[in-house]
């Protein structure tokens, strides 16, 4: 599993420009429900790099993920990643997230550890953050 923000990241298909540029659909990626940082699935990287490269070596400008390396490969990955409460529930955080961040702001706090403590404040403030509201003319 791979983690980010102190919980797992979630499983979804995207459209991702790659190199030449090349426009290639129904990618499967993990997405932070909390912080929206993402990157491809670990088990197709390399499937990605490869189509990537040869459709720009090729000319093509786009390729569906999906019909290259097949739909059951892309569902093992998505199964792979199950929702979690985030993403059920339409939250940045929950609050296990709070409970653990808080728990090692103490004990960075109780080892002296200043830097590590700032930088778990920090990231507790992220998380817990509402959304950015923009006024509209």
Known sequence: MDF???MTMVASLQNVYAEGPVFIHDVPVLVCPT??????APAVSSDFTMIAHNC?????REAN?????????VKEILEAYPPDERVLLDR?????????????????RSTGDVE???E??????TITAGPTVRATD
Do not use: M, S
């Open 92 to 108: 940045r955080y929950i609050p296990d997230q709070v409970d653990a961040l808080l728990d090692l702001i103490n004990l960075a």
């Open 56 to 60: 720009a070596t090729d000319g093509l």
């Open 35 to 40: 912080c929206n940082r993402w990157h491809i």
């Open 120 to 125: 778990l404040k920090d990231r507790l403030k």
């Open 65 to 73: 993920f999906r019909e290259l390396v097949g739909e059951d490969r």
């Open 4 to 6: 980010c923000c102190g």
């Open 116 to 118: 590590w403590e700032a």
